[in-house]
């Protein structure tokens, strides 16, 4: 069965009440197109989102590994499904690196979004140094072995999502080919992980994703769409990026 493209926003730390109407606009164009889009918005504007734009997939950006507790500042995936998320990033570089947060940690957040209903976004990738020294592929998929979630039953509700650290935000992208032979990389390892239904699960690329971009990356095998960050705050941007992914299914 063939895997059908999802394009999923990080709004990072953006987004007030002004930027709602940018979310409708998104919102509205993605009802036509040929591909799932998402947004992972600030977890104080998921539950206005679903509002303003019923019916189409709002997400958070991370999600606590426990149901609940003291653990001030922190949200469980009860909570984002209560404020009508779908799903969640998590173990972005950003977390990884700023919250000091382990493979193990992004592992149990998986696994208690996904147990939750929420679907998940899972994200690996390697640095500038680990890439110049060779060793970028045996690194990520490391990483991913690491933090993958256990007992999957609905393939279609994990994604992963290859990120160099090094392409985030920057305006740098690796070669084609250095994209097309990481996304194998990880087939292989998610097909290792879960058997026949490896297959079923998106490998999304991010890092500076842009309409310019976007269609030579859909091209490439086993990428089943993208993590875009900055280029996913305006709709006149994303929208093209949409656009490309539902011309190239
Ligand atoms: C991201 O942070 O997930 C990301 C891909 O950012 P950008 O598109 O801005 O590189």
Redesign the pocket.
Same mark, same amino acid.
């Given at each position: 069965m063939a895997r059908r493209k999802l394009v999923a926003g990080?709004w990072?730390m953006h987004g007030v009440s002004a930027d709602l109407a940018e979310i409708t606009s998104i919102s509205l164009a993605a009802e036509s197109a040929d591909t799932d889009v998402a947004l992972c918005l600030p977890a104080t504007l998921v539950e206005r989102a679903v509002r303003a734009a019923p019916g189409f997939a709002i997400g958070g950006q991370d999600v606590h590994q426990n149901e609940k507790g003291a653990h001030t500042g922190c949200i469980s995936a009860a909570m984002l499904l209560d404020a009508g998320a779908r799903l969640t990033i998590v173990g972005?570089s950003?977390r990884r690196e700023a919250q000091g947060e382990s493979n193990a940690d992004v592992k149990a957040k998986a696994e208690a979004a996904l147990a939750a209903g929420i679907s998940v976004i899972l994200?690996v990738g390697e640095s500038d140094a680990v890439r110049e020294a060779g060793n970028a592929v045996e690194t990520v998929a490391a990483q991913l072995d690491a933090s993958i979630p256990g007992g999957v039953a609905n393939p279609s509700g994990f994604s992963v &999502?290859y990120?160099p650290i090094w &392409?985030? *935000?920057?305006g740098k992208v690796p070669s084609i080919a250095d994209i097309g032979e990481m996304h194998s990389a990880l087939r292989e390892r998610l097909k290792a992980a879960y058997g026949e239904a490896g297959e079923q699960v998106r490998i999304l690329y %991010? %890092?500076? #994703?842009k309409a310019s971009n976007a269609a030579e990356i859909f091209a490439v095998s086993d990428v089943d769409g993208a993590? #875009? *960050? *900055?280029?996913s705050l305006k709709a006149a941007d994303f929208l093209p990026i949409v656009e490309a992914a539902s011309t190239n299914p």
């Open positions: 990080n990072k972005h950003e994200c &999502a990120e &392409a985030i *935000g920057t %991010g %890092g500076s #994703v993590l #875009v *960050g *900055g280029a």
